[in-house]
């Protein structure tokens, strides 16, 4: 982070994000910006390309459990038609005395269960110096909702060549959520998902309140693929499959869904986590609505 | 409202809300609970059913103009689709100084608009002592956000033999919004559509969230239909579309949309009012989405 | 409401908010802006002033519940120094099925206290047919937070000649609520006190949070004094102490607190209502605070 | 932070957050509650003692901008009655071509006018491979509410020696926050001062919305010291006074506030920093609230 990289090769104006010698630079106009790539940015999770017409859909547990857990997870969310495996390593929790994750065990369940099935692997990184060692795992890096605006690990992120899944903050706008982005292709990576996760909302009976407008808004602004989380964004299992479809249809490139063969024994999430059997259902409306508003979803040929 | 009626020959177990001595009655259940009608409550607008499968789309501009404007409008929205027409004669506005509305000459206009086309009308009542003369020209009496606490407003609609739609209120919590409907159906209307029409959010960015988690949330606990304004619910007339779908994706009975021929010479709201062109688009759209979803739209055999 | 009051004799320049043609005038500037009238106003609660030195503190239950219990509230929080008794009579509330008030009975009740113990009456009204009814009884006409958008009663409340006591709406931003206030004095009536009662905030671990940044904001930008709901603003009556200190000391004109001989008894609020006796002592630390910003209370001579 | 520091030796009871296997371990009870340690936490920044009758002053500029500007800062608050200097050297800053600080020369700066002036430290850390960079210039390390659910960070600051300033995120709840809290204590550091800074609000009239409920609230909860930030939580240096009052009259324990001798030239936050003259005023409006409240300040002799 403190290295001041010269990105001029690549972007042809842009200069590190943070010079030594604490000067501003002035960017001649936002990397984020749809001007800055009109026809929009197709991010690539070692071969699964994220923004063209085939949705992504990413599926796994909250918490990374044991390997078994992964392994049948994994097989079960790619018989549905998942192409992204999801599940936590290092888990940012509110409490320190909640799980904290199996951390480098973890990344090694995902990678296993990643051989076996083919399935590319996201997974959180909380800490800047953890950015070399989850990349080492994963696909994809997730920067979770608390660390939007945590800098020293967006700029980690931003010089790893790990493509990038970053979260929208709980009381982020959407100018906050786009800068936050910035950071990261500021240090070189333009590999960047944002990812709508509901903000808090007015009132407890539900976890956050799901802001579909961002999709629209953001898609209209930014060339970066734009992908809803509706498991946090809803926080109840049962409203997941609602909001999914209407995911789509406001022109989500793609979701990220908490699912487990037996969401009642999640270690974490239980009550926002939906069934594998249930996630398979859902794979089928999606593939409805995706077609009705000119997308489609990977559906396997033997169901 | 201070008329102590004895609801019980319709309800059967319902008293008045407001008892004469001021004492607590408690209800045995809540009218507005799913369990109080499992099957779900069908509302007749003069014939528009809305809550079965066929969607309901109501249209027109935000406020009633003149009446070649409310013409002109009621022509086009149906050609779409449309099944109801909208239109504010008593419009509540921010500022004392900004237009009021045309009161009882903007009801005539709209009934005259309606009698031309067949479409029934839909306008918002802001008054108790105006609810019997906004109910003479009206198929359905709106009660806006800003009033959704009106005790006074809902007990008298509650009174009126037309059904009410019920818009949220810009902080209104689930249950509060429900409670809202309780004190309608209370005074023994049971006609009572919700509608989610967005939120205060964080940021001013857009002029509100449009909480689309509301739609299933409510349709679990509630039996009435709930329909969502993506108009005022984002503020943005290139933003009304793609909620548009997102609302039908998600379970809403309908929708409400702000459309006028000349958007941007709409006396109010003009910036979040798509085209009657736009909108005709957009009904092919929510076809598409509609029956992906197992739901269906009135759409005119001539287009 | 629909009377096209000409008021150019009043304010050299304003005419009616709803004209009856509905056209749009404009204001030539906003009567409640600090421009209109630099030294601020004072209002004249029937002799008790608001908006001088010396700070009003209106004081009394939630609900009015009888005779009795009025009488010995008004004597109690008299002789702790209050000069406004507070109490509701129509009461709006959440639930259809929660004590509505008593009603006509409560303001009598209320005027009873008054003219044994000399203290004046503020007590909220909620619907425009009450407004002259309520106005016979009560020294101050309150409009509640679920009605600051009410946009016929502020109109009807605008015509009266009894000061009016505006609470903020929950979600109200300070134009807005300027903007409601705006809407009574357009009617005739510059006798209005603006209320900060708490706003929704990101929680439920607290009814509301009292955004007391409005205190400073809103005297800066209009003359009308502004006093603070403790009460309402906090949810919780062990806090209500040291926010009714805060309120003062950031520039309050007051405030209004709901107290009660055995807040566990009281049929509404009762978590938020303090004691008499603690409200006695309050009173003494409120003496102490306002001194050192340059204000006093009336505190009686024997205590 | 992935050493399993067995820290029962300190805490008699509690066992490291974040376990080398991940499994979940009870904390027997909170370490931040007030039950911990009923009589209050006096926190000791090299010898300003924070949680006593005295109040705490923190004042300073946003940003470190040069060893001149700092000292001359220094003087001048130090002049004013402030015991504390506060200034940022690595900035968070929302875009990434903003100013991001000095970094470690800001560092001597700081260090360099605390040296001369008697002032102790107070300086933003936000990256865990810094804590220790910092703490070796810092009196107390700020974390920033950007970094309030960094649980990297919070865990390598729990594990320094130096005291904590943790700021409110800007829309956590008061749990989330003394779960923050939490993750230092756990570590071993129980020297930590929650500062209330302002959460997001509804609307962007002002930049936040200061929530004092905050201050007794937690009083209540917690043994910890409680400090209030007026500077961000209005986001208008005309405020800053009135809301710095409130803050002493609601129980804080002390403020910190951006102060410069020329704001309109401050490199950032302009807008919501006082000149260092406003700030010798507001300190004598300060002792006066502090003794009516009985606090005190520290007032220098000649003034």
Same mark, same amino acid.
């Given at each position: /982070? ?280 859902? /794979? ?16 396997? /040929?033997?169901?």
């Amino acid at each position: /982070m403190k290295i001041d990289l010269d990105q001029s090769s690549r972007t042809g104006e842009i200069v590190s994000a943070r010079p030594v010698d604490g000067s501003i630079r002035q960017a001649p106009r936002h990397l984020t910006s749809r001007e800055y790539r009109p026809a929009g940015t197709v991010v690539n999770i070692d071969g699964v390309k994220v923004g063209l017409t085939e949705l992504v859909v990413m599926a796994g547990p909250c918490s990374v459990e044991s390997a078994e857990q992964m392994l049948r997870i994994a097989h079960e969310v790619k018989a549905a038609g998942a192409t992204v495996l999801r599940g936590g390593a290092f888990k940012p929790r509110t409490s320190p005395y909640d799980f904290q994750g199996l951390g480098k065990a973890g990344l090694e369940h995902l990678r296993a269960a990643s051989r076996e099935t083919g399935l590319k692997v996201v997974t959180e990184v909380m800490d800047p110096r953890e950015v070399e060692l989850v990349a080492g795992y994963a696909d994809c890096l997730q920067i979770g909702s608390r660390n939007m605006q945590n800098y020293p690990l967006l700029n980690e992120v931003g010089m790893s060549s790990k493509p990038a899944l970053l979260k929208r903050g709980l009381a982020a706008s959407y100018k906050e959520f786009l800068l936050a982005a910035e950071y990261i292709m500021a240090q070189g990576n333009e590999q960047v998902i944002l990812c709508e996760r509901g903000i808090r909302g007015l009132s407890n009976e539900l976890r956050f309140t799901l802001d579909l407008n961002a999709v629209p808004y953001l898609k209209e602004r930014t060339h970066l693929p734009v992908i809803v989380d509706p498991s946090h964004g809803t926080g109840s299992a049962h409203l997941v499959p609602a909001m999914s479809l209407a995911a789509i249809a406001c022109g989500a490139d793609g979701i990220i869904v908490e699912a487990h063969y037996s969401p009642a024994d999640s270690i974490s999430d239980a009550a926002q986590t939906i069934s594998t059997a249930d996630f398979a259902d859902l /794979m089928k409306d999606i593939a409805a609505v995706a077609e009705a508003v000119g997308r489609k979803v990977h559906l396997p /040929m033997v169901r």
